[in-house]
């Protein structure tokens, strides 16, 4: 007779070896091996499936994605909001379960993975938070977060350097509230991990700082994951890998070989399987009565755990009125009222300034005024100006440097793994609205981690500083030329690039409010003049036409960032020659393409040929012009001012190529680039 | 009196000081700090100044590129052609000292550097391509290739992901010719690196499988240095990471602070700095004589070697004539005659293939054909198709999975050090033609080395398979949206999405012949027609006509990939309906630019409306369509035949756009996208 424990673990892997199998698709083999690991550890962790969202559960972080048949699995068996018929439609188009986790469609996952080595990297922002939230609010007589952070991971997500980076940090910051459990089974895609890594992982791990625990035999020594689970969580400063020696694919006549990772079982694997659980072989989706109440009495158990948790919320806010009020407020998802105020307001009297600094301006005013606004910058601080002033450093006290309620996060030179811990702070919950400071140039090394901050709609922030050649002398290894079309190609990303300090503040004002789609602020190195005529408000359209040079202009010349003052001067040229410019500026594509057509339409009308003025690629900016002004070529090292004439933005030469393409459309018929077919 | 080791640091360091403060700009802290292992490095390399593409030099990589006034300073005092006039024009537009060293730029120069955590992934590749060179011409009498790769790099390089995932390999490859010197200042640009990178350094490269020498004093301990390059020779299965204690700014009035790292000193500073080096505190860009000829010895003797290596060369072809041939072959950079007779050509009534089977093919077709075309994958050897049969892993021999002269490299999980060490590949020369295979959507986690190879002209190519939603259940972490609009905005840089056999070998032929750009060859997973109209040399020209509808067709449907042969489909459809359509096939942008006017005027011509049709994001396609079938949102999880449907790529779904297109554009008058006012 097997033990309930081992019914139950049976009934995972049945469950999601017969997802693999209805799919015809997916991955059985890490399923079959982490199983036990799963249910030892979920057993004890602290969640509530009718309420996925309550702030102090114990989270569970699949990096290794592609195993996500087993946490489906999970969540039908915790009858989360999922069923066997949703495990019937695995890897269908519209199900709630699809190829990979992803947060955005099922409750019970917290962060979209796949992609390997983010989703340990997300457990790490994940920790993170959980530190920040509890060093802020808990209270020497009351404790309203204590969470654990769980994650599973592969040797690929080993592998993968943004895995490293998140690791390096996770020890520095000494993160005790994290447990990741490393599937060591040797196998990967091509085989025996022996053709391609065979690094000392526990070495690696210790000298990151963590706590490394091992299991040899995670196919069936309950009690010792069990155990290893206990000992990690008597850390005090250290976060824990448990290696867990496992069988890709325990059971399965193909066990330990990698041919049992990506592809279905044969139907006559399964059924010695199931015939080796003790189950009838031809049954499927089967969940024997005593494994549905065995769990049922674990969800019972942590209702009640949640319960108690709300009582002491309450007797929180009795005793701490202020700070249970704004605990409340984060929970509920709303900003302080009234904190657009704080928001730095400029006239055309004002200094012109480097749009990083008028980021600052932001930051520091916003500082204090929105605790749940925190942020860092990957070892740029100075460059980025990212820190706002009297700002406390989120440390371990230990380290003198800082302290855990501390608000803002020293990265280190880790682009990759900052972009996928904001993610992860994004996803811990208790409306954390968090910034990265780094090089626009640079936010591409985390491109993988952007890409998802935007599928699963976390609202981070980058602010992306020495945002163009403007930066000079670094040259081109730092001067974006197509990152901004990447960045705009991406779907659910602002990508902002502010003229001036009205329009900056108009970025974090759209950036902050934020629930369902990241931005990307890019800021200048070199100083820009405050615009007559922008307006937090104008800005907020994403696009408006800052210079009306008449009702009907002879051209329109439509520019962003530090390109608008300057296409603001060939205006004043064009008119000298007689010729009539509007020009608009056009901050955040996303934002100005959720305008109304009429309004879009007001500003890039029919009838006058529109130019693009932007000192990168014109590549996409044929959706809003007609003809560009761009730098289709990598940049070059010099001053700032000697590379702006080399490449043809001075007032002059855009004047010039306006007046080309105002001929060029002269006597044709000119349509607005914003009409489309359909 | 100084000995002239010491005389010789302090003129390297006198330079660099001299250059940053005529730029007034750049990063004097590191050229300090580094100068007396660079002289005691440099002292005992081989290498010619006057061939600096001498195969069997030793490779310098300045890892933390900022550092570059070190470099420079080098190559004037080894008399490269570099002179004390260019340290004058340091950092200055059309300089050949741009303010990060740029390989295209300047003769001495490795590889371009400067995003943290390139140049050590780069020394990698060096690594590698030296021993897969030896391996494979060296004989037991004769050695043709014995160089090393020294690399210097900072704690920033030691951050970034990018450098983990190379270093983890070059263990696993037991590279012994890499010997790396981590400038341990303990100073990044946040100040002291307590604040955030506190991991024992020493232990995590032990644990990669590194052999770790420590320097306590590298500040003045010149024999500390010289042993440690001894010791690490000594090395017979480990590449070795030299731990070199230093002072950030040594000498400096603010040594050892993050103040002296990225801003020129003060000119008192300089005087004193000067004056403790018994220089003349006025004299700038100072070159003792005894100095200078220190350092010509050094050639000379290095040119002596290099003469002598020749004569070896001239002995191996006469006893080796076929392998001579080869060498000389390579070193001439011309490619095996008739080579290309290989590729193999489709007719339409070959069977219907995946573009990634195809392209196996091709690998197939030139493996043992072209020596010099080596590749891998990142852990997806299985999915992408890139090995070919028969082939030899590079594995060390005592492992017993390969040789040294193994052509298959099993990069393992690391997108980004594959992305490096590929440039590394070809920086080396002998005419290495790389490639690395990996998921289209995982090209973006290296997206920081692409960038590179692009900027550097390395002629590396990406295998970029599952390059769509034709990829199926794997879903929208996995399917590819923004990724080409990414990767064409990226100058220099072909970016092919073949529709069928023909199309994927021109995709080989012209990235393997290219000499200066790198290749991203996009394939599908999914079965597509052998095309009706395609050719080799018809796609050689990037985007051609297809399907010629009639000479005035009613409409134009531009497509790539596995979309072409659904225009085709299409415009079938739109026969029926009385409507003619032209269906052109664009592979690559970046080619067809490179067109005559007139071709790519007769491809996408005046008075017709082009639909372009593509299953990924429309941005950028206005540049050569009026109207786009594209997907600007993510993907989903679902079989690839339903999402195909789902997303209206199919035939019907296409001609009814068709037929909007056409009706929209009645009565006006259309223009090519081609035709510009400047």
Redesign the interface.
Known sequence: MPSIDELAISTIRGLAVDAVSA?N??HPGAPLGLAPAAHVVWKQMKFNPQDPNWINRDRFVLSN?HACALLYSLLVLFKYDLTVDDLKQF?????KT???P?ATDTAGVEV??????QGIANAVGIAIAQKQFAATYNKPDITLSDSYVYTFLG???L???????AS??A??LQLNNLIAFWDDNRI???GDT????????P??Y????WNVIEVKDGNTDLEAIANAVKEAKKSTDKPTLIRLVTTIGYGSLQQGTHGVHGSPLKADDIKQLKKGWGFDPEAKFFIPNEVAEYYAEHVAENQKVQKEWEATLAQYKQKYPKEGAEVQRRLDGKLPEGWKKHLPVYTPADKPLATRKLSENVINALHGNIPEFIGG?A?????NLTRAEGSV?F?PPS?G?GAYDGVYI????????MGAIMNGIAAFGANYKNYGGTFL??V??A??AL??S??SHHPVIWVATHDSIGL???????QP??TL????????LSVWRPADGNEVSAAYAAAIESTSHPSVIALTRQNLPQLEGSTIENALKGGYTLVKGSDKPDIILVATGSEVSISVGAAEELKKQGITANVVSLPDFFTFDKQSYDYRKSVLPDGV?ILSVEVM?S??W??YS??QVSI???G????AG??YK?FGFTPEAIAE?AV??V???KG??V?S?LD???
């Open positions: 799919a698709s997916g994605g890897r269908q188009l519209n199900s699809p190829g990979h992803e979209t993975t796949g992609p390997l080595g040797d690929g997500c592998m993968e350097g943004v895995s490293s980076e390096s940090l020890g520095h990967s895609i091509d022996a053709v391609a890594f065979t690094e000392n992982v070495e690696r210790r000298a990151y700082g910058s070892d740029l601080t100075g460059s450093d440390q380290t440097l020293r990265y280190g030179v880790r682009e990759h793994g140039n640079f591409s090394y491109a993988g890409r998802l935007a599928l000079g002398e670094d040259g081109p290894t730092h030329i197509e079309a990447h960045f705009r190609a991406i779907p659910n040929p690629s590549f996409g044929s959706k007609h003809e289709n070529r990598f070059a090292s010099g001053k000697d590379l080399f190529k080309k393409t001929n060029f459309y044709k018929e349509f680039p489309k077919a359909f």
